[in-house]
């Protein structure tokens, strides 16, 4: 077994190392979650489910746009494609409170992550995929290929939202994901929100390489122009990501908004080029590398459960306690579980944090439908039943207009 990639010595930033922590927590542990002990059989769940291969991504796109909110106030929707993912996003929204908020049982102590841990592919708690029931969520993901669609529908009556779309390498081998890239042709300027994909690009999917990993930078640029996007590329895979994201997010938000304005003030654009992003990272990155003989970090092993036998196998569990501490959570939890400040810091204000979007919390922004009455709509009856020829489409459609 060689080490994670998390124990170079310049890594990622203490708010993505807590997220990837509590995401690979998630998968594996029953107990003992802040690893305060040495890590035993029994504190590891006896039936694995999750995908892990997507998180670290999700993370870093979770943490870039926290920084877009507190840097340029933006109200921001987050559709997730790789649903599968749901680690990530319960890690996240755990780490920003939210979970707390709908339920303090799920309080950012050890205690509360304990209990997390707990319902993650539990009957009475979370699925393995996003669910309604996950705060902040729009999409579930898994059922491939309509996050992008999914997203622009959010944009299109929110003139001053970005939804931001994961969309996943593997999903977008899809049919509905390749429809939906023509999307920018649907979206106005004036009126809609704007949508910004991030193509996830970590090489693999179930049990191979996607097809987007194939092709050169120059012909994803070519593809993404030619759908009308106007792409940016960056490579998040070395050993301090998150920064070359952050950055591309900022810079991709400051041209849509610039876009928008020019739009509103009389100067329309043909077809805008709205920004996207291609985000190649590492599959399954901070795993171990190795396992007997196993490759698993950059590689299709590390989709789902990278470690399946670690209750049970000496190797495996050595090699998971060994990938949990190079999160070093002792840096990153105090001795109650709590978040520390720097993690914490990472955070926009409560109101603002992605979790919290109404818009993807059901029935936070239901109201009542002015309905019209319908005796007005009757069909006439002169002689009684069977006495009028009618079709019922055309007399619910005068009621519906």
Known sequence: MT?????????????VRAADYIAAALIFLQDNVLMSDPLRPEHVKPRLLGHWGSCPGITLVYTALNALIRERGTDVLLVTGPGHGAPAVHANLWLEGTHERQDPALARTATGLRELARRYCAPDGFPSHLSPSVPGTLHEGGELG???????????DAPDRVVACVVGDGEAETGPTAGAWHSTK??????????????????????????????TDEE??????????????VDETGPSPGAALTAAVLDAHDTLRALQRRARSGDLPVRPAWPMIVLRTLKGAGAPAEVEGTPIEGTFHSHQVPLPDAREDPEQLKALESWLRS??????FDEEGRPAPEVLAALPEPDALIGAQPAANGGRLRRPLPLPPLSPHALALPDGPGSATAGPTRVLGDWLT
């Not at 309509?146 to 299109?156: D, K, S």
């Not at 991030?198 to 090489?203: A, D, E, K, M, S």
């Not at 999160?327 to 990153?332: A, C, D, F, I, S």
Request: with cysteine.
């Open 3 to 15: 080490s994670p990639a998390q124990n170079r010595t310049v890594g990622p930033s203490p708010y």
């Open 220 to 233: 994803l640029t070519a593809l993404f122009r030619g759908y009308g996007w106007d792409p940016r590329i």
């Open 327 to 332: 999160y070093r959570p002792e840096e990153l």
């Open 186 to 215: 649907y979206l106005d300027p004036v009126t809609c929100g704007a949508v910004l994909p991030v193509l996830h690009l970590n090489g693999y999917k179930i049990s191979s390489p996607t097809l987007f990993a194939t092709m």
């Open 146 to 156: 309509y996050a992008l669609a999914t997203a622009v529908g959010a944009a299109l």
